[in-house]
């Protein structure tokens, strides 16, 4: 079963980078999945943030798309999000996850998720 | 973007009890409907997709169902392990959407 960790720094500072990590484990990163985030504002609902496929194309929410950038760096099994020019609205808990594969549309793996805090 | 409503915002239930919560798709996404469970501090759980497919492992109190562009999450008897929020989530046009969820608490 494929197993999904993210990881990257807890706080950030208005106006930088976000950036954060998904480890994949137990399935080739290349293996027909889109890997998918998605965020959760704080008390709020789910927001789909976008994916990068296994063939290496991406999807972003219009919402975001100026400021996310999608990569994958299949030596290490990892994918990444960067989002830039951060504020505080875009503090939230970010999850990795996918659906299955060759499935864009659901999500049935999910990682723990990682809480990111954007402050000055 | 789709727009995905549901209701009731939260409910109140006893173990035991049958629980109903509905989805609206603000335009027609066909049967790509799907609900998810989330617990306080995890990650959200697909229990079925597309909109009447239980998911692997899911009990079977769980089931879905679609009127047009309503659709149903019905948990038959509440359990203790069912105390969550619930979300549901498109997946027929980009962006996908969620809606703002149902929390169930015990009454």
């Known amino acids: 079963q494929v197993q999904l960790r993210e990881s990257g720094p807890g706080l950030v500072k208005t106006s930088q980078t976000l950036s954060l990590t998904c480890n994949v484990s137990?399935?080739?990163?290349?293996?027909?999945?889109?890997w998918t985030w998605i965020r959760q504002l704080p008390g709020k609902g789910l927001e789909w943030i976008g994916y990068?496929?296994?063939?290496?194309?991406?999807y972003y929410n219009p919402s975001l798309t100026s400021r996310v950038t999608i990569s994958v760096d299949t030596s290490k099994s990892q994918f990444s999000l960067a989002l830039t020019s951060t504020t505080a609205a875009d503090t939230a808990m970010y999850y990795c996850?996918?659906?299955?594969?060759?499935?864009?549309?659901?999500?049935?793996?999910w990682g723990q998720g990682a809480l990111v805090t954007v402050s000055s | 973007d789709i727009q995905m409503t549901q209701s009731p915002s939260s409910v109140s239930a006893s173990v035991g009890d049958p629980v109903t919560i509905t989805c609206r798709a603000s335009q027609g996404i066909g049967d790509w409907l799907g609900w998810y469970q989330q617990k306080p501090g995890k990650a959200p759980r697909l229990l079925i997709y597309?909109?009447?497919t239980l998911q692997s492992g899911v009990p079977s109190r769980f089931s879905g169902s679609r009127s047009g562009t309503y659709f149903t999450l019905t948990i038959s008897s509440l359990q203790p392990d069912d105390f969550a929020t619930y979300y549901c989530?498109?997946?027929?046009?980009?962006?996908?959407?969620f809606g703002p969820g149902t929390r169930v608490d015990l009454k």
């Open positions: 996850a996918h659906g299955p594969p060759g499935k864009k549309d659901a999500f049935h793996q």
């Open positions: 990068i496929s296994y063939t290496g194309s991406t």
């Open positions: 137990g399935a080739s990163i290349r293996g027909g999945y889109y």
């Open positions: 597309p909109a009447s």
């Open positions: 989530q498109q997946g027929a046009d980009f962006p996908f959407t």
